[in-house]
């Protein structure tokens, strides 16, 4: 059994997430993950504007519970917080596993305190990285699948895919491996059974295509990508004190 599997095999036993690690790198010196040119031909920012809701949004629900699904997005937060994220983001570039593992309990805090939307741009170009299995592909998959449905658990489900973040060039996690993360976070059967059908394909293909326009708009080449209120962020791997100076602003 791998180390990987053995990690998740006690967090199923014990239901206990692994801590974060702490990344100070700069930025600047990490990798991104960088996106064909075959998916990024435009400059229309399109993936950074709101679509039609495909999943309306809930005031009435507590701030990490509202969220929307677009024709392309995942949103999560309040629609009038005073800070927006963008997040740019493939489920198994090891960059913005990182990243997202260093700012998630802030953001998360943030959310819930009415401060902050997430607009998720997912991407799956890291599917031929993934032996044929097409990992990206169907971790967005079961992502869309939970937003849609189960929304309130979006957020844990997209924070957990990162804690058990395969590495590139691996299998990636397997459905049942999927399944199993989401069934512990509490998503009801009915919506995990279906992750291998891959209903959202579609979806997929079209939050990639979207995604690739709107960092070509931006002069990005690839994942992550963080835009903070409209701005690009280029700084340290923790984007706190962008977060905070963007809420006092």
């Known amino acids: 059994m791998s180390t990987k599997t053995s990690n998740l095999a006690l967090w199923i036993a014990?239901?206990?997430?692994?801590?974060?690690?702490?990344?100070?790198?700069?930025?600047?010196?990490?990798?991104?993950?960088?996106s064909p040119a075959n998916n990024a031909t435009t400059s229309q920012p399109t993936s950074t504007a709101a679509t039609t809701p495909t999943t309306p949004p809930n005031p009435a629900l507590p701030a990490?519970?509202?969220?929307?699904?677009t024709d392309t997005l995942i949103q999560i937060g309040q629609a009038d917080a005073p800070v927006t994220v963008d997040s740019y983001l493939e489920f198994m570039c090891p960059t913005c596993g990182y990243l997202e593992r260093e700012n998630e309990p802030l953001m998360r805090q943030m959310i819930i305190d009415g401060q902050l939307r997430v607009n998720f741009h997912l991407m799956n170009f890291l599917d031929?990285?993934?032996?044929?299995?097409?990992?990206?592909?169907?971790?967005?998959?079961?992502?869309?699948?939970?937003?849609?449905?189960?929304?309130a658990l979006a957020w844990d489900f997209i924070a957990a895919l990162y804690e058990y973040q395969p590495d590139e060039f691996t299998p990636g996690?397997?459905?049942?491996?999927?399944?199993?993360i989401a069934t512990n976070l509490g998503v009801s059967p009915e919506i995990s059974s279906t992750f291998a059908d891959l209903?959202?394909?579609?979806?997929?293909?079209?939050?990639?295509?979207?995604?690739?326009?709107?960092?070509?708009?931006?002069?990005?080449?690839?994942?992550?990508?963080?835009?903070?209120?409209?701005?690009?962020?280029?700084?340290?791997?923790?984007?706190?004190?962008?977060?905070?100076?963007?809420?006092?602003?």
């Open 128 to 151: 031929p990285a993934s032996e044929g299995t097409d990992y990206s592909t169907r971790a967005v998959n079961a992502t869309v699948e939970i937003a849609r449905r189960q929304g």
């Open 173 to 180: 996690l397997s459905d049942d491996d999927l399944t199993t």
């Open 199 to 249: 209903n959202e394909a579609s979806w997929v293909t079209a939050s990639n295509m979207a995604a690739s326009d709107g960092l070509t708009a931006l002069g990005a080449t690839g994942t992550p990508t963080i835009v903070i209120n409209g701005r690009k962020w280029e700084g340290e791997v923790s984007f706190a004190d962008a977060l905070s100076a963007a809420a006092n602003g």
């Open 64 to 69: 990490l519970e509202q969220v929307t699904v």
């Open 14 to 34: 014990g239901g206990t997430v692994l801590a974060a690690a702490i990344f100070a790198a700069i930025w600047l010196t990490l990798p991104q993950a960088t």
